[in-house]
């Protein structure tokens, strides 16, 4: 089982400014890498496919990036809206795995 | 539009059984595997099992396998998860997911989740 990491645990940043969010894969898995968000109380939801495609209606500040073990989630000019849990998961094979989170708060 | 609604969780005694099931509709149920995802109070995301488009290939994380069984009825756009000896550490969320059939693909549509607790 391929074992996702997310650092950090928890990013305090200020509205406005940009996030970097990290995830380790223990073993490649290409570009076969999502990024999910949720908010308290709600279900997750796709952000990110094939680490740096924008799901559908997700905005132009959320940008992916990286392939084999190491990826990257940026958020610029961070809304109101985007403190939450931020979730990536390899799919390159059976068991998909989620890294741990990373909580973004203010 | 895509939707997906879960139903069936409930308050259960360890050792006991339950049955959850999710309504699909807004979408071509039989093009998707669909997916359970489990979400322990305050805690991260667990893939727990998907079933194929046409339902005749199934995978289950270690922690369920022989315990837990999806199936789906795409005459009645109904995904479904019956759970067996049921353990304390099963009390979570548990959402559907679609995924694109025929491929290794995220998930890209998620039911509001139903909630199972697992306690004397």
């Known amino acids: 089982e391929i074992v996702m990491t997310q650092s950090p645990a928890t990013l305090s940043v200020s509205p406005g400014e940009r996030a970097t969010l990290s995830c380790r894969a223990s073993?490649?898995?290409?570009?076969?890498l999502a990024w999910y968000q949720q908010r308290p109380g709600q279900a997750p939801r796709l952000l990110i496919f094939?680490?740096?495609t924008r799901a559908t209606d997700i905005a132009a500040r959320f940008s992916g990036s990286g392939s084999g073990t190491e990826f990257t989630l940026t958020i610029n000019s961070l809304q109101s809206e985007d403190f939450a849990v931020y979730y990536c998961?390899?799919?390159?094979?059976?068991?998909?795995?989620f890294g741990q989170g990373t909580k973004l708060e203010t | 539009e895509v939707q997906l609604l879960e139903s069936g969780g409930d308050l259960v005694q360890p050792g006991g059984s339950l049955r959850l099931c999710c309504a699909a509709?807004?979408?071509?149920?039989?093009?998707?595997?669909m997916n359970w995802v489990r979400q322990a109070p305050g805690k991260g995301l667990e893939w727990v099992s998907v079933?194929?488009?046409?339902?005749?290939?199934?995978f289950y994380a270690d922690s369920v396998r022989g315990r837990f069984t999806i199936s789906r009825d795409n005459s009645k756009n109904t995904l479904c998860l019956q759970m067996n000896t049921l353990s304390v550490e099963d009390t979570a969320f548990y959402y559907c997911?679609?995924?694109?059939?025929?491929?290794?693909?995220?998930?890209?549509?998620w039911g509001q989740g139903t909630l199972v607790t697992v306690s004397s």
């Open positions: 997911a679609t995924k694109p059939g025929g491929y290794h693909a995220a998930f890209d549509n």
């Open positions: 509709s807004g979408f071509a149920f039989s093009s998707y595997a």
């Open positions: 079933i194929s488009g046409n339902g005749g290939a199934t």
């Open positions: 073993q490649s898995v290409g570009t076969n």
């Open positions: 094939s680490a740096s």
């Open positions: 998961q390899h799919y390159n094979n059976w068991p998909y795995t």
